[in-house]
Each structure stands twice: as C-alpha cells, then as structure tokens.
C-alpha cells in the first residue's frame, strides 16, 4: 500500500497537482501576475530576436543587390568576380553536401512509419495536388504570354550581339526525353545516381555521300545528380522495413538517427546562409554586361514571367490553400520567408530542400513524418515555377519568329510542360534543359533558347521561389487532412475513455493514469491470494 501511495503521488505530480502547494511555484504564478508590461522597444527586441534569422536572410538579398551594383562600377575581372562570389559558392557546396543523405534518409525513414494504405494516401493526395497546381501554373503562363505578347515585334528579328548557343542544350526527340525519364526513375546503379544520370545521344549513320540516313539513340551518363531515382528507391526500401516487422526496426531507428544528426547540420547551415546568399546575390549582379539592353530587348519577356509567377505564388497557391483548410495562407507563407529568401539567392529547390524542412517543421507545425516524406519528392516533381516559365518562353519564341499557335498546339505546350517539368533537374537552369523538348513538340526552332538562357539568372530564381512555396503548401495541405482524420478517431476514443472513467471511483486500480500499481499487482498475483488476506487484514 506505502508502494501504491508513492505512485499515485508520482502521477500527481507529472499531472502537476502535487505543484499546488508549492510555494515557489505560487510565488512564480503571482510574479507573473503582478509583472509590468511590456514596453514597445521590448516587444519589438523580442520579436525581432525571435525571427532573426528571417530578418538577415532578407537583408543579406537587399544588401546583395547593392553591393552587387556598386562592385559594377570598379570593373572586376571574369577571375575576380569568381573570388568574389566565392562565400556564396561555399553556401551552394555546404547545401547540395546534404542533400543525398537528408532525401535518402528522411524518406526510407517517413516511408517506414507510415502504414502502407496512409503511405500511397498521401502520395496520391500529394501527387493531385502537384499535378493540378502545375497545370494551373502552365495556364497562367500561356494567358500572360498571348495577353502580354512579349515576342511580338515590328518584323525586326530580336537579337543580342553578346550571347552565342554553347549553352543551349542538345535537341532530343520527345519520345526519348519521356524514355530518359522512365530510366532514371530505376537507376541502373545507385552509387552512380548520386552523381550522375541517364541521358540519350545520338549516334548519326551517313551513307557514302555523307547524309544522315538514321539517328541511333545511344546511352550515356551526364554528371547530374539523379535525385529522381534515389527517391523511388529510398520509399520502397523503407515500405520494405516496416514489411520486416522487428528485424527491420534497427535500421528503421539507423535513419531516423541519421535523419536528426543531418537536420542539426542544416540548423547549423542556416545561420551561415545570409552571409552566402548576400555574395550569391551580388555576384550574379556583377557578371551581368550590359543589363540595359538586356531589359530593353527581354523586358516584356521577364515581365512576363515575372507577374505569371507573382499571381500563382501570391494568390492561387494561398486561394487553394485556404479554400480547403479555412486557415489565413498568409501566415503559413511568413513562416517560410528564410527558405523562400535561400530559394531565391541559390536558384535551386534541391539545395533549398533543408532549409524547406526546417522552415515548416519549427514555424508551420508540420509534422517531421510529413514534411521529410513529402518535400523531397515534391522538390523533384513539382515544378509549378518552371511549368509557368517554360509556356512563357514557348509562346514567346513563337512569336519572335511569326508562326501563329492553333488551339491544338496550345494543349500541347500545357500539357508537355506539365510532363516534362517533373522531369526537370532542381537545379540552377534545369527548366531551361526541358524547354527544349516542349520546342521540339510543337515544331518551333530551338536555337533562340540563347535569349532565354541570357535572362535564365533572374527568371529562374522566380521560379525557384513558386516551386519550393508549392511544395509548402502542399505539406501543410497533406498535414491538415491527417489532423482531421485522427481527430476523428481521438473523438470516439475520448468517448470509450470517458465512459470507463465513471467507473474509476469502485475500480480504482484499472485507473489508465496508474500503470506501475497495475504491473505490481500483476507480479503479486503470480503467488496465490496472500495479498488478499493482508489486505483484509
């Protein structure tokens, strides 16, 4: 009984009523009470204090700029501009460091706790979201392009003398480009995944007076990380553990632990991250040569994309958000201000990915098991800000080079470009790669993709702010409907519970709050009923 005693008191207290009496806590309380006000330089430290991280990373792109602007003037070298940019190279190598082992071990471990029918759920929820939000994003883009008109000119060809077409990618059939992305979803070797990727060549068969008579598609690996094939197999390995039972628990706790020591090391990341993104920012300023006749020629082009992107980041993706989940998606998007600052000063989703996870973990109550199942995928599939760029840039060459668009090529850019963009690398100009094979769809050239590649810097660093907030607000979305399915399922348990708590007073040792009586008691019925007769006694 003396036992019995002592854990009813234990219980008391971890409910905090043996606290009651206490007087430090009382004096405490009453101190709380009785304390003054918060002055206004107060509040405004302690807010400031508490979003200090938001505050640098969006001054680190404000000061960027200017720095950036006032180094233009000095006249710095091609090698000297590549020193000076160096912290912010720093910033993308100490990113894309973690991105493998954040991916692979935060989805073989969400992948894992997940039940199997919760598990393809989500991802089918997530995956409509994706695909109807991409969509969306491609329509915005071609109303803007044939609303604007950015290509249309007076029959003069737009050109601009500084630029040449080494950076324009290799055409490929559109077939081949779908086959290549099929291959990667199941690489041949994982090791070489985490570098490379499958790409299709051609091999050219000339006959004896050197025409072309046939084009062999041919393998080969281009040095891109083939991020899309280490989340396929990093899911299936993990639905694998959890088939395992308990065999598969140690390496199921082995990425879990692994997943934590990696989210440390963001942590630590970030507060390195507004120094780098400030000379990210400020280099590329730098490198541009003549940013007058840039904007002279492409001004409509980049307005264009620009506003596209502004409508669907500023309205639609909170429109959608809030229509399902009757919360302000503005709060939601402040909570991501660091992550989108990131997105914007390194142009890609993949190195922003850790920063993401922080972000809607710590500020949008995101649990860990969603957000690491579901932003690394979407980081690789949901391209809403490419999808939109890449409809403009279609519609726009079209109409630098007069050719008139019917309503059937119309659907096919849409559609392409939601296809393609899932196919699309998360990396700094990897929806330039996948423009080409929407050109090569409807029949326009693809050798003016040099103009898209000159302004690439600025329109995809939009895009890369539209593709991570997409994967946001669809982690909050996949977030929401588990809160509202379990709190289905705590309702009619809380009932069953409240029922049995009636009985509580006669029964007292089936309390649920008293668990250590009930396992002694279970050790003394072992012997026979001597404890009834002390008891009695």
Known sequence: MTEERIYIEDVKASNGEAHL????????????????????????????????????????????????????????????????????????RLLKMIIIPLVVCSLVSGAASLDPKALGKLGGWAMLFFLVTTLISSAIGVIMALIIRPGANDGTKLSLNN????????????????????????PSNLVSAAFQSYATGYKFV????????????????????????LIVFAMVFGVALRKLGEEGEI???????????????????????????????????????????????????????????????????????????????????????????????????????????????????????????????????????????????????AQLNGIPLNFVQVITILVTATASSVGAAGIPAGGVLTLAIILESVGLPTNDLSLILAVDWLVDRTCTVINVEGDAYGAGL????????????????????????????????RSPLIEKPENLELEEVAGPKPCDKESAM
Request: proline residues 4%.
């Open 21 to 92: 009496g206490d007087p430090t806590v009382a004096n405490g309380l009453s101190e709380h009470k009785t304390s003054e006000p918060e002055t206004t330089g107060q509040k405004l430290k302690r807010i400031a204090m508490a979003n200090l991280l938001v505050i640098l990373t969006v001054a680190a792109v404000i000061v960027g700029v200017f720095i950036g602007l006032g180094v233009r003037s000095a006249g710095l070298s091609r090698t000297q501009i590549i020193y000076f940019g160096f912290p912010g190279e720093l910033l993308i």
């Open 163 to 186: 630029l040449d077409d080494s950076g324009v990618p290799e055409s490929k059939e559109v077939i081949d480009s779908f086959l290549d992305l099929i291959r990667n979803i199941f």
């Open 206 to 229: 000339k006959n004896q007076t050197n025409i072309t008579i046939e084009k062999i598609p041919i393998s080969t690996q281009v040095d891109s990380m083939n991020i899309l094939g």
């Open 251 to 397: 390496l199921i706790k082995f990425f879990n632990s692994f997943n934590e020591a990696t989210m440390v090391l963001v942590s630590w990341i970030m507060w390195y991250a507004p120094l780098g993104i400030m000379f990210l920012v400020a280099a590329k300023i730098v490198e541009m040569e003549d940013v007058g006749s840039l904007f002279a020629s492409l001004g409509k082009y980049i307005a264009c994309c620009v506003i596209g992107h502004a409508i669907h980041g500023l309205l639609i993706l909170p429109l959608i958000y809030f229509v399902i989940t009757r919360k302000n998606p503005y709060t939601f998007l402040l909570g991501l201000v660091t992550a989108l600052a990131t997105a914007f000063g390194t142009s890609s989703s993949s190195a922003t990915l850790p920063l993401m996870m922080k972000c809607v973990e710590e500020n949008n109550g995101v649990s860990k098991h969603i957000s690491r199942f579901i932003l690394p995928i979407g980081a690789t599939v949901n391209m809403d800000g490419a999808a939109c760029f890449q409809c403009v840039a279609a519609v726009f060459i």
């Open 478 to 509: 996949l977030q929401y409907f588990v809160d509202r399915t379990s709190s289905k399922k705590e309702g009619t348990e809380l009932t069953k519970v409240g029922v049995e708590e009636e009985d509580t007073a006669s029964r007292p040792e």
